[in-house]
């Protein structure tokens, strides 16, 4: 098999390679990625020498390039994990969202399509979206598979946009198609402005913890590790035409779960109980902020035996560990010195 996933060098891409490569050494694997802010090629460097993995820098806005990948490849699956993914970056920038997500989501299915078609025979176009689709829940109740979409933010109305010209290729062209929507997923090489890693970082460098609002909003958390294996679940075995829910049971409001991550901090960094807690600072809502988002995955459960393997405490122990065993990968992050790199290396192809 060789398949292309997109998005490979940031956050969950590069666990969704890494993961792959481990367990599917038969497989080649083309990661596409632009490296755009949250693209880091660092994420990749204990597996970038393998023989059956190849890096191929582009842009998923760019149409005819995609259709010239396609053609010098036979790709039999594509994971399509390319997006701008920051909500706060959406409502500055609403406009990049629309062109990356919805656009480069269509250009690929068109490249897909003029790939495979008319014979679909073992091939597979897998579609990672969000349950920020759904839009927002009450204090009840959980997002199944049935839930109306009802996207509040640039980013997952978005999101919902690519969901629907996903599913209309596989209504309108026979394209064989599968979507999941995840909750929010947490782990190593996640890019330091989503609220884990931000905060790990200003604890480190005792900078304020910016509280959007009361701190009252609810996230269901997973492990992205947990994510990746439920992605190779999905892409081997999911039924064709379904979308999948994804999500670890496991609901935290932002102020409990900065509450935790403040107590390991002060552990892990040997300073006095509170410290970290201090620095918490109330800001502004975020606009149009989703008050509670929860998972109901038994669908993937049932039908695919997929589970979550780790508690959130330890998972976000192991983050923890990490990012503090990491300080060289957090710093080039955030001083924009891979970025120049990148505009060195590649600059001129
Ligand atoms: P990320 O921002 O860390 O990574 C996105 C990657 O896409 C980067 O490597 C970037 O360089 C690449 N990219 C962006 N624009 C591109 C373009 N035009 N062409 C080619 N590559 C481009 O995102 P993430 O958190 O890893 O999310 C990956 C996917 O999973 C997204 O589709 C996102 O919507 C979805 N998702 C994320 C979460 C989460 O909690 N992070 C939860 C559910 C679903
Ligand atoms: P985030 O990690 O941006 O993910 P998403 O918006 O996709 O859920 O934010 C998680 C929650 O944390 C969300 O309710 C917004 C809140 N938040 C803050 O309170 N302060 C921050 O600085 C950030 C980045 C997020």
């Not at 997929?306 to 060289?328: C, M, N, Q, R």
């Amino acid at each position: 098999m060789h398949i292309l996933i997109t998005g490979g060098a940031g956050f969950i891409g590069s666990h969704v390679v890494r993961h792959f490569l481990k367990n599917h050494p038969a497989y080649t694997i083309t990661n596409l990625d632009k490296l755009t802010y949250a693209g880091n090629l660092a994420n990749l460097h204990d597996i970038d020498q393998q023989p059956n993995y190849r890096f191929v820098k582009g842009d998923i806005t760019d149409g005819d390039f995609l259709m010239r990948l396609f053609a010098e490849n036979r790709f039999d699956g594509v994971i399509h994990l390319a997006a701008e993914s920051h909500v706060d970056r959406s409502i500055a920038n609403p406009t990049e969202f629309v062109v990356t997500n919805v656009l480069g989501t269509v250009n690929l299915l068109n490249a897909a399509r003029a790939s495979w078609h008319p014979d679909y025979s073992g091939k597979r176009f897998y579609h990672i979206s969000t349950d920020e689709v759904y839009g927002s829940l009450g204090r009840e109740g959980l997002f199944t598979e049935e839930t109306p979409y009802d996207p509040h933010s640039p980013y997952s109305a978005s999101k919902a946009s690519s969901d629907h010209f996903v599913r209309a290729w596989h209504d309108t062209f026979g394209m064989p198609v599968v979507i999941s929507n995840c909750s929010n997923n947490y782990g190593s090489f996640q890019f330091p402005e989503k609220l884990i890693p931000l905060f790990i970082n200003n604890i480190v460098n005792r900078k304020p913890l910016p509280v959007y609002g009361k701190g009252e909003n609810i996230r269901d958390w997973l492990w992205v590790v947990d994510h990746a294996e439920a992605i190779d679940v999905i892409f081997h075995r999911g039924r064709n035409g379904e979308t999948y829910n994804i999500g670890g049971h496991n609901e935290w409001s932002n102020i409990d779960l900065i509450r935790l991550l403040c107590r390991i901090m002060d552990t892990k960094l040997a300073r006095p109980s509170g410290a970290s807690e201090k620095l918490v600072a109330y800001v502004t809502d975020r606009a149009g902020h989703d008050l509670r988002y929860a998972i109901d995955s038994s669908k993937l459960q049932r039908e695919l035996g997929w589970v979550p393997s780790i508690s959130f405490e330890k998972g976000l122990e192991l983050t923890v560990d990490w990012y503090l065993s990491h300080a060289e990968w957090l710093d080039d992050v955030t001083s924009g010195g891979y970025q120049r790199y990148y505009e060195e290396m590649y600059g001129n192809r």
